[in-house]
């Protein structure tokens, strides 16, 4: 099946601080998303992305989807943002998703 | 409020014993599906239903068994044929088409004692 790579396992920020979350993918997709976790356990959907670039307040992703790849960027980070960010991608017309191992963040103040 | 809610937020239960978690949705979605989370770890697929009566498993279906016999309720049934129950159950739910976006519950912490 297909693999999912997040990278870096672990992330710790200063408040205020930017960073870049990465995911490689093994194959090609049809469907992208980005979540969050936060400390409590509930996933929020942060975006759906296949391919192109989207933002959303301080946090933007893009996908280039020829070279197999999707970054998260997180800017003037908070410590609400602290938690772990997964990736997930599907194979074939729908519904089943991939997770990577997902990259775990923590803002200090 | 539209969302997705499940029951109880913690379970506990003794080895030998099944277990059922709720999972309910409001958002009139065709699909519903259950994750396992493990610590440190991402989510891996149990089974998943695209419509009413009907489901397949996932990457890791054995010890748990489901239902779909409403479109907006998708018990998980966790039974002692498991032999590492212990985890972060998480239900989600979508449109069920290949652009939809994934829709999670607050999960259930089971742990076997």
């Known amino acids: 099946g297909i693999q999912v790579e997040q990278s870096p396992p672990d992330l710790i920020l200063q408040e205020g601080a930017n960073s870049t979350l990465r995911c490689n993918f093994s194959?090609?997709?049809?469907?992208l998303q980005w979540f969050h976790q936060n400390p409590w356990g509930q996933l929020i959907n942060l975006f759906y992305?296949?391919?192109g670039t989207k933002q959303n307040g301080r946090l933007s992703a893009t996908t280039v989807a020829t070279e197999r790849y999707s970054l998260l960027y997180i800017s003037s980070s908070q410590t609400t943002d602290s938690g772990v960010y997964f990736c997930?991608?599907?194979?074939?017309?729908?519904?089943?998703?991939?997770f990577g191992a997902g990259t775990q963040v923590v803002v200090t103040p | 409020d539209g969302g997705i809610t499940q029951s109880p937020k913690y379970l506990f239960r003794k080895e030998g014993q099944n277990v059922t978690l709720s999972c309910e949705q409001n958002?009139?979605?065709?699909?519903m599906y259950w994750y396992r989370q493990d610590p440190g770890q991402g989510l891996r697929l149990i089974y998943y239903?695209?419509?009413?009566?009907?489901?397949q498993k996932g990457d890791i279906a054995e010890g748990y068994s489901v239902s779909r016999e409403k479109k907006e309720s998708f018990p998980l049934t966790v039974t002692s044929a498991q032999k590492n129950p212990t985890a972060f159950y998480l239900c989600?739910?979508?449109?069920?088409?290949?652009?939809?976006?994934?829709?999670f519950g607050p999960g259930t912490r089971l742990t076997v004692l």
């Open positions: 989600a739910s979508s449109t069920g088409t290949s652009a939809d976006t994934q829709y």
């Open positions: 194959d090609s997709v049809n469907n």
């Open positions: 992305i296949p391919s």
């Open positions: 997930a991608v599907m194979v074939g017309s729908w519904g089943k998703l991939q």
């Open positions: 958002l009139n979605h065709d699909a």
């Open positions: 239903s695209q419509i009413v009566n009907d489901f």
